[in-house]
C-alpha cells in the first residue's frame, strides 16, 4: 500500500519533538508499505536543509522537506503564514503523488486542503487525523473571536470531517467529541505512543547534573499558556514556603514564557525552579527516570481535557507517576490503573503537597511506577499502535 502522509511537524527522536509519525511510517514500512510525509521544517525537530523542498529519507521514509519554517514562539499572523505556505505547496503533492491512502494529519486545520484536493481531484482515500480539536481550540484560547472567521472555520472542520472515510483521533475524548458533535461513522481512537525499549531501559542520572542532590518532579514540552506554565513557577515558591527547597521543579523546553518565568523565578530567587533547554529525547530519558513524578499541566479548557500529550505516554514508559489537571480521559485512566494523580489546576499548594507526599512515600511511587511500565508495555507500545493504525488504514481501503 502507498501511505501519503501530510504532517508539518516530522522529528524523529534525535529531535525534541513528537516521533508519532516517524515511528509508525517506520513499522509500516518494515512491513513493505511505501511512505511519504510532506513535512515543514519545526524548531523543535530535527530536520534542516538549504533546499527550498528537499528529499531526504529516515528509516525507508521518503520526507518530502519543505523549507517552510515553523516556530510556536512567532506571532499568530506569522504563524498563519507559514499553515498556508505549508498548505499551498503541499496541493502539488496532493495532485502529483501516487497513493492509496493520503492521511491528513491537523493541527493546523489547514492541513485539510492538500487532503481535499487529493480526495476531490485525484479520488484518494482520506483520512484525517485530529491532534488538536481545531479550531475549538483557538476559540477556547480567545485567539479566534471575529464571528464570521469562526463560521468558515467551523464549516471547514465539518467539511474535513464529511471528506474523511475515516477520522483518527488521538484520545478517546477527541473520538467522542467527533461522533458526538459531527456524526462520523467511522472513527477509531490511536493515541500518542512511547518507544518502549528506548524509555524503559534503566539510565543513570549524570553527576554532574545541575540540581543534584534535589530531588525534584519535570516537565518536559512547550512553555507557554496553553500548558498552564505559571503554576509550575508557584508551585516552586509554594515548597519554598514550606521550606523544601531540597526538591525541584525542573522544566525542560521553550515555548512563548520561558525567557519571562525564568527571569521571574530568578527575580524571586527561586532556584528550585530549573529550566533547561531543549534536548533530544536520548538525552532526557535519564532525567525523566529519575524524577519523583512527572507533570502534564494544561490550561483549565474543556477542549484541552481530551489532549494526548507525548509526555503522558513517555513518562508511563519510563515507570514514572504522573501529575495531570483535566477532567478528561487522562483524569479517567491515571484513577482506573492508579498510576498518577489528578489536582486543580489553579492550586500551587496541590500541587506542592502532592510532590512532598510522594517524596515521603517511595514504596507507593515505586508501585504506581511499576504499573505505569506495564500499562505502557501492554497499550502504548508504538508497535501495538502502529498495527491498530494499519489495520484502520486497511479497511479504510477495502472500503473504497
Known amino acids: 500500500m502507498k501511505?501519503?502522509?501530510?504532517?508539518?511537524?516530522?522529528?524523529?527522536?534525535?529531535?525534541?519533538?513528537?516521533?508519532r509519525v516517524y515511528e509508525f511510517a517506520s513499522e509500516w514500512v518494515s512491513r513493505g508499505h511505501e511512505?511519504?510525509?510532506?513535512?515543514?521544517?519545526?524548531?523543535?525537530s530535527d530536520l534542516s536543509t538549504n533546499k527550498f523542498i528537499d528529499t531526504q529519507y529516515f528509516n525507508g521514509i521518503k520526507v518530502k522537506v519543505l523549507n517552510i519554517p515553523l516556530d510556536?514562539?512567532?506571532s499568530l499572523l506569522r504563524r498563519l503564514w507559514t499553515f498556508i505556505q505549508y498548505a499551498a505547496v503541499s496541493s502539488w503533492y496532493a495532485l502529483t503523488t501516487p497513493a492509496d491512502i493520503v492521511i491528513a494529519s491537523s493541527g493546523p486545520i489547514t492541513v485539510g486542503i492538500p487532503g481535499l484536493i487529493a480526495k476531490y481531484m485525484r479520488g484518494r482515500t482520506l483520512v484525517f487525523e485530529v491532534r488538536d480539536l481545531w479550531p475549538q481550540g483557538m476559540i477556547e484560547l480567545g485567539i479566534l473571536q471575529n464571528k464570521l472567521l469562526?463560521?468558515?472555520?467551523?464549516?471547514?472542520?465539518a467539511r474535513c470531517y464529511k471528506a474523511a472515510s475515516l477520522v483518527v483521533a488521538l484520545s478517546p475524548g477527541m473520538k467522542s467529541y467527533i461522533?458526538?458533535?459531527?456524526?462520523?461513522?467511522?472513527?477509531?481512537?490511536?493515541?500518542n505512543a512511547a518507544n518502549i525499549a528506548l524509555f524503559s531501559a534503566a539510565q543513570r542520572l549524570d553527576s554532574t547534573s545541575p540540581f543534584k542532590p534535589r530531588k525534584y518532579a519535570i516537565y518536559t514540552g512547550n512553555i507557554g499558556e496553553v500548558n498552564n506554565s505559571r503554576w509550575l513557577l508557584e508551585a516552586a515558591e509554594e515548597l519554598k514556603k514550606q521550606e523544601r527547597e531540597d526538591l525541584a521543579i525542573v522544566v525542560i523546553g521553550d515555548g512563548q514564557w520561558r525567557e519571562a518565568l525564568v527571569a521571574e523565578a530568578k527575580q524571586r530567587k527561586l532556584d528550585n525552579f530549573i529550566h533547561i533547554p531543549l534536548m533530544p529525547k536520548h538525552e532526557l530519558i535519564p532525567l525523566l527516570q529519575n524524577a519523583l513524578v512527572s507533570l502534564v499541566p494544561l490550561a483549565n479548557l474543556p477542549v484541552l481535557s481530551t489532549s494526548s500529550p507525548n509526555k503522558f505516554f513517555e513518562s508511563l514508559a519510563a515507570g514514572v507517576p504522573i501529575i495531570q489537571n483535566t477532567d478528561g480521559w487522562m483524569k479517567t485512566f491515571l484513577d482506573k490503573h492508579q498510576v498518577g494523580f489528578t489536582i486543580p489546576s489553579d492550586c500551587a499548594k496541590a500541587l506542592c503537597d502532592t510532590i512532598i507526599e510522594l517524596d515521603q512515600a517511595e514504596d507507593k511511587r515505586s508501585e504506581m511506577?511499576?504499573?505505569?511500565?506495564?500499562?505502557?508495555r501492554e497499550n502504548f507500545d508504538k508497535a501495538i499502535l502502529a498495527e491498530k493504525m494499519l489495520s484502520a488504514l486497511f479497511g479504510t481501503d477495502h472500503q473504497t
Open 3 to 19: 501511505i501519503l502522509y501530510f504532517y508539518s511537524y516530522f522529528s524523529t527522536p534525535k529531535g525534541s519533538w513528537g516521533t
Open 35 to 44: 511512505v511519504t510525509v510532506v513535512t515543514a521544517i519545526y524548531s523543535k
Open 72 to 74: 510556536n514562539k512567532k
Open 150 to 157: 469562526k463560521s468558515i472555520a467551523y464549516w471547514f472542520e
Open 179 to 191: 461522533e458526538d458533535l459531527h456524526a462520523h461513522p467511522n472513527v477509531v481512537s490511536v493515541t
Open 369 to 376: 511506577g511499576y504499573r505505569a511500565a506495564e500499562i505502557a
